[in-house]
């Protein structure tokens, strides 16, 4: 066994990393991780084409084999020679920077087949690789995106929210795939509220956060200025922050947007709860652009992805980073590892009592 390569996450079981679009940078990041799976990389097994995957590697000149496997615990045997594949139904043709929809059925069953594998216990956490969501729209499907997608997947009720992650940030955006103009009309306290009340929850089960104190943003400039710049801080955040804090949840705010991400003031919380889209990925994509996760909190397992998109203009020429796809299998390992070592102490607590 190579050293320095984490054979499998929790109780010896692998992460399913999706295909996501193939003819952008997904596959050729996957590649590249697997090259580097000497600097603490989980074990992994991609649901793919190996032929696809095999040619991609020779055009690019990568010294990284590919072994189809047809189940994954066959996966911790072979990550360390060769990249574990498990083959979907059919061969996926692809040209690379060129979206087609005729690949959408594939891609969407590289999802479906993961969150499968993850909820039967087979693979211990998803990580996906970017899609392009206009490529599926053409081909009829009837989600926002990723996000959406995996809650209808996870079924019970689930309500996933997204959280952008790094060492020096934790940001989750109120409102993710609207206008600006929509969200700022949707803006409202039971929203706040039910999103906070998961991110608590989930600083504490999948990150360790023993008391987790979340920040809250304003809207306005100066978070209102008192009501000179606008009433919702007001009228809808600080109510909601009030009733997060008789609920048990230590929440701060409203905060003012244009200093809250400072490094000083950072250090007084474990994650902010944004109130839009922008407010949220703008300051963690200036700190950490090369190796922030999106993290999708309130499912039943874990998700995680590298926090770029498909990267279609650099499809195929080599110069695609995977340092956010590596920090996002390491994430999910670890946010696994840490929710399964939290199921044990409650299944163990059930059993006394």
Same mark, same amino acid.
């Given at each position: 066994m190579?050293l320095g390569?984490?054979?499998?996450?929790g %109780?010896g079981?692998?992460?399913?990393?999706?295909?996501?679009?193939p003819s952008?940078?997904?596959?050729?990041? =996957?590649?590249?991780a697997?090259?580097?799976?000497?600097?603490?990389l989980?074990?992994?097994?991609?649901?793919?084409d190996?032929e696809?995957?095999?040619?991609?590697?020779?055009?690019?000149?990568?010294?990284a084999?590919?072994k189809?496997?047809?189940?994954p615990?066959e996966?911790?045997a072979?990550?360390?020679?060769?990249?574990?594949?498990?083959? !979907?139904?059919?061969s996926?043709?692809?040209?690379?920077?060129?979206? %087609?929809?005729?690949?959408?059925?594939?891609?969407?069953s590289?999802?479906?087949?993961a969150?499968g594998?993850?909820? $039967?216990?087979?693979? !211990?956490?998803?990580?996906t690789?970017?899609?392009?969501?206009?490529? !599926?729209?053409?081909?009829?499907?009837?989600f926002?995106?990723?996000?959406e997608?995996l809650?209808?997947?996870?079924? %019970?009720?689930?309500?996933a929210?997204?959280?952008?992650?790094?060492p020096?940030l934790?940001v989750?955006p109120? $409102?993710?795939?609207?206008?600006?103009?929509?969200a700022?009309g949707?803006? +409202?306290a039971k929203?706040i509220?039910?999103?906070?009340v998961?991110?608590?929850?989930?600083?504490?089960?999948?990150?360790?956060?023993?008391a987790p104190?979340?920040?809250?943003a304003g809207?306005?400039?100066?978070?209102?200025?008192?009501?000179?710049?606008?009433?919702?801080?007001?009228?809808i955040?600080?109510?909601?922050v009030?009733e997060l804090?008789?609920?048990?949840?230590?929440?701060?705010?409203?905060?003012p947007?244009?200093?809250?991400?400072d490094?000083?003031?950072r250090? +007084?919380?474990?994650?902010?709860?944004?109130?839009?889209?922008?407010?949220a990925?703008?300051p963690?994509?200036t700190?950490?652009?090369?190796?922030?996760?999106?993290v =999708?909190?309130g499912?039943p397992?874990v998700?995680?992805?590298?926090?770029?998109g498909?990267?279609?203009?650099?499809?195929g020429?080599?110069k695609?980073?995977? =340092?956010?796809l590596m920090?996002?299998?390491?994430?999910?390992?670890q946010?696994?590892g840490?929710?399964g070592?939290c199921?044990?102490? !409650?299944?163990?607590?059930?059993?006394?009592?």
């Amino acid at each position: 066994m190579i050293l320095g390569i984490s054979p499998a996450g929790g %109780d010896g079981k692998p992460l399913a990393l999706t295909m996501g679009e193939p003819s952008g940078v997904g596959g050729e990041i =996957t590649l590249k991780a697997w090259l580097r799976r000497e600097e603490g990389l989980p074990a992994f097994f991609v649901i793919d084409d190996p032929e696809r995957l095999e040619k991609l590697a020779a055009s690019l000149g990568f010294r990284a084999p590919v072994k189809a496997i047809s189940a994954p615990q066959e996966t911790a045997a072979v990550f360390p020679e060769s990249l574990p594949v498990l083959p !979907l139904a059919g061969s996926v043709q692809a040209t690379t920077g060129e979206p %087609d929809p005729a690949n959408a059925a594939a891609v969407l069953s590289s999802i479906e087949a993961a969150v499968g594998l993850v909820r $039967s216990s087979h693979a !211990l956490a998803l990580v996906t690789n970017p899609i392009q969501k206009q490529s !599926l729209y053409e081909a009829g499907f009837a989600f926002p995106g990723h996000t959406e997608f995996l809650e209808s997947l996870a079924g %019970d009720k689930s309500t996933a929210v997204m959280m952008l992650a790094c060492p020096e940030l934790r940001v989750v955006p109120l $409102s993710i795939h609207v206008s600006l103009a929509e969200a700022v009309g949707a803006l +409202n306290a039971k929203d706040i509220i039910h999103k906070a009340v998961i991110t608590a929850d989930a600083l504490k089960n999948d990150f360790g956060a023993a008391a987790p104190r979340l920040a809250v943003a304003g809207l306005n400039p100066h978070a209102g200025e008192g009501g000179a710049m606008g009433a919702e801080e007001q009228t809808i955040i600080a109510p909601a922050v009030k009733e997060l804090r008789r609920m048990g949840v230590d929440a701060f705010g409203p905060e003012p947007p244009d200093t809250m991400f400072d490094a000083r003031a950072r250090k +007084n919380y474990d994650a902010a709860l944004c109130m839009y889209h922008d407010q949220a990925l703008i300051p963690i994509k200036t700190i950490a652009f090369d190796h922030a996760v999106n993290v =999708t909190l309130g499912l039943p397992f874990v998700r995680t992805s590298p926090d770029h998109g498909t990267a279609l203009d650099i499809a195929g020429t080599g110069k695609a980073g995977e =340092t956010s796809l590596m920090a996002a299998l390491k994430m999910a390992a670890q946010m696994a590892g840490r929710r399964g070592a939290c199921q044990k102490i !409650l299944d163990k607590n059930r059993s006394i009592h």
